[in-house]
């Protein structure tokens, strides 16, 4: 068994497409769909409105809880800098600016627009020479 893909449950597949074309990916298919593709290479993250999962679970999904959270390995603190101050940028909020975790990875943590944590990493320091 082999873990292919990741789906995340959104409440406005416009505001959803935004916000994950803005942090690096790009839509695949219709964007007026209630199920879309990101580019990601290896593992597959879809995005799947409430709406269409109501249809196959049977109930709406809640929207509580920090329950999942996805972590992108990034090739160095610059870029993960870059990509928070892009996103703050935007209006988005960082829910843990970058900071040098004590586990040795340079981290930080940004919300989608419907609150799931998304990690940012890179192995090493801020500032070391080839960190990622």
Do not use: H
């Amino acid at each position: 068994m082999k873990l292919d893909m990741v789906g995340i449950i959104v409440e406005s597949m416009e505001e959803a497409i935004l916000f994950y074309e803005r942090f690096g990916f790009e839509a695949l298919g219709e964007k007026e769909a209630d199920y879309v593709e990101l580019n990601n290479e290896g593992m597959r993250i879809s995005l799947n409105t409430k709406k269409m999962i109501e249809g196959i679970y049977g109930y709406l999904p809640k929207s509580a809880g920090d329950k999942i959270e996805l972590a992108f390995i990034c090739d160095s603190p610059a870029e993960i800098d870059q990509l928070c101050e892009k996103m703050k940028g935007f209006g988005y909020e960082l829910f843990r600016e970058p900071w040098q975790a004590f586990w040795g990875q340079y981290y930080a943590i940004i919300k989608d627009p419907d609150g799931n944590l998304l990690s940012l990493f890179c192995n090493g320091e801020k500032g070391a020479a080839n960190a990622g």
